[in-house]
């Protein structure tokens, strides 16, 4: 029995056709405003398709690209300039940032009504609290495929392994809130192929190739692979390929569904992004959120 598998790449694509539809019954046009720091190519690929996707579905981008070794000051007051611009109704400060600037004091100067990432100290303390907020991305999306695959997920037992702030703590949080059962694992978690294999719904975000063995999972289980690790390609000398967390190829015999790597989480994030945008648009301006960005 070979595993369903999630299409994550042809959801984002329904999710920007949603916020594209939103977009267009809304008073003004949102603005997403992107800031890179340095020259790191992996961050401009994903910067590059922010800005495309953002054009794409109606809004617009702005981006600003500085110099790595830029003062964390003239950061900050880049931020503080985004956080004043009525035009502006998300901000986002790629990561990570190049050494030697403070990525907690600049991502603590979004302004909490534009903070599309979820990052800040309020958008967490909001996550934590149940209330109204922006919630970080690459969780939302995780959240999004389960229930796509699964239905509701109340009682089912969901293992987040890792606990980052920008992936982890996040998505175990947003999980508890669709009632599942919630394990934290990291790397202090003794015999993790035993908490792994109680899971109904497995979520690595490690940053480990590979790391998850098929061994680790229930059979029939959902595997939500957040990881995207950059390897050397088998085939091809001196090319790389993308795998996630998950040892794919023998998981799709065990598990009842799994994202691949490319095509599964990854384009959610960005589409997440999108509809946050559109939300912070709407919550800052007084109009409603568009029913279509339920789900
Ligand atoms: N699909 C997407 O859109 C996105 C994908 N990613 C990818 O997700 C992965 C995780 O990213 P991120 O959360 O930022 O990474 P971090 O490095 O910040 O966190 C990794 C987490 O995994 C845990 N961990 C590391 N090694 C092990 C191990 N051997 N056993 C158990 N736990 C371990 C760490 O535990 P401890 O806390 O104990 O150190 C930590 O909590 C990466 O591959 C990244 O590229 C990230 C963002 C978006
Ligand atoms: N402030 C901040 N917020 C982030 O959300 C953030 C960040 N910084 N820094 C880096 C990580 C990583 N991240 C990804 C987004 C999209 C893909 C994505 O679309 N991946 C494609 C493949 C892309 C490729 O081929 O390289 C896929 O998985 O199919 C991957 C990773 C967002 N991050
Ligand atoms: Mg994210």
């Not at 979004?110 to 109204?132: F, N, Y």
């Not at 598990?255 to 800052?284: D, E, F, K, Q, Y």
Request: some cysteine; charged content about 25%.
């Amino acid at each position: 029995m070979s595993a369903i598998k999630i299409d994550g790449k042809a959801y984002a694509e329904r999710l920007r056709g949603h916020v594209a539809q939103a977009v267009k019954a809304l008073p003004a046009q949102p603005g997403l405003a992107v800031v890179l720091v340095g020259e790191d190519p992996a961050s401009q690929v994903y910067v590059r398709s922010k800005a495309k996707f953002t054009v794409e579905t109606g809004m617009r981008s702005i981006e600003h690209k500085l110099p790595a070794d830029i003062s964390e000051d003239a950061l900050v007051s880049l931020v503080r300039d985004l956080n004043a611009d009525p035009e502006v109704d998300g901000i986002l400060v790629q990561l990570p940032l190049p050494k030697g600037l403070n990525s907690d004091r600049v991502i603590e100067e979004i302004h909490p009504d534009k903070d599309v990432d979820g990052l800040t100290e309020a958008s967490a303390g909001r996550l934590s609290l149940g209330k109204k907020g922006l919630r970080p991305c690459t969780p939302t999306g995780c959240v999004m495929l389960a229930k796509d695959t699964l239905g509701d997920l109340s009682g089912k037992h969901c293992v987040v392994l890792g606990r980052s702030i920008l992936v982890g703590k996040p998505a175990a949080l947003l999980f508890l809130e669709q009632n599942c059962t919630v394990t934290i694992a990291h790397s202090r978690t003794k015999d993790l192929a035993s908490v792994c294999r109680e899971a109904d719904i497995l979520v690595p975000a490690v940053g480990r190739p590979q790391m998850v063995q098929a061994e680790w999972i229930k059979p029939g289980a959902c595997v939500i692979d957040v990881g995207i690790n950059r390897v050397p390609s088998q085939r091809f000398e001196g090319k790389t390929r993308l795998v996630g967390d998950v040892d794919y190829k023998p998981a799709r015999d065990v598990a009842g569904s799994i994202t691949p790597v490319p095509g599964g989480v990854g384009p959610m994030t960005i589409a997440c992004l999108l509809r946050n945008t559109v939300i912070a648009a709407c919550h800052r301006r007084g109009w409603d959120v568009p029913s279509i960005l339920d789900f």
